[in-house]
Antibody, heavy 120, light 110 residues
């Protein structure tokens, strides 16, 4: 069955970095792009951007340019999100979600989310 | 960016109909499809796809859920509402980047 399994919760201090993984299984990894979505505590969903799993090219939403990096370990069917110079406002749950690369439609499968807490 | 507006909360009795609306500030139709999708999210869980392209039921979703609309006005209907449907419902557009979501509608039981 199709699954996106994300890494575990993280507790970090301001200024540190974090790397979150999203391991896909049950389908051909390169047929679907991987998108990232942020949800701050008690808030709604915010699209962060996506990575083309065939070419490795990332695209970032404006609010996520600079400290955020999407990457792949294609041989392991894994997408990663790295956040550097963490700030308190990065405290959130981060979801990966897949979508067909060729058609901008729905996110049909989501990871379970990773809670990142940034606190001194 | 396309802005999606949802009412924040809705209270419905068990067995009744719930209608959740989503209005956009730009047309999300393109070549015969409406690029509007609906998700259900329960506390501590990831969003779950319910409806894609405005009116298509996602795999495994009961027929109590339905979606309709086009252009800038969309609705998600749950009929009849069951206890397990208490959750927050989000609309999302994929017509233009960046993808944007509504703020969510929290469905509660009376």
């Amino acid at each position: 069955q199709i699954q996106l399994v994300q890494s575990g919760p993280e507790l970090k201090k301001p200024g540190e970095s974090v790397k979150i993984s999203c391991k896909a299984s049950g389908y051909t990894f390169t047929d679907y792009a991987m998108h990232w979505v942020k949800q701050a505590p008690g808030k709604g969903l915010k699209w962060m951007g996506w990575i083309n799993t065939y070419t490795g090219k990332p695209t970032y939403a404006d609010d996520f340019k600079g400290r955020f990096v999407f990457s792949l370990e294609a041989s392991a069917s894994t997408a990663n999100l790295q956040i550097s110079n963490l700030k308190n406002e990065d405290t959130a749950t981060y979801f990966c979600a897949r979508r067909l690369t060729t058609v901008a439609t729905e996110f049909d499968y989501w990871g379970q989310g990773v809670m990142v807490t940034v606190s001194s | 960016d396309i802005v999606l507006t949802q009412s924040p909360a809705l209270a419905v009795s068990l067995g009744q109909r719930a209608t959740i609306s989503c209005k956009t500030n730009q047309n999300v139709d393109y070549y015969g499809n409406s690029y509007m999708h609906w998700y259900q999210q329960k506390p501590g869980q990831q969003p779950k796809l319910l409806i894609y392209l405005a009116s298509n039921l996602a795999s495994g979703i009961p027929a109590r859920f339905s979606g309709r609309g086009s252009g800038t006005d969309f609705t998600l209907t749950i009929d009849p509402v069951e206890a397990d449907d208490t959750a927050t419902y989000y609309c999302q557009q994929s017509r233009n980047l960046p993808d944007t979501f509504g703020a969510g509608t929290k469905l509660e039981l009376k």
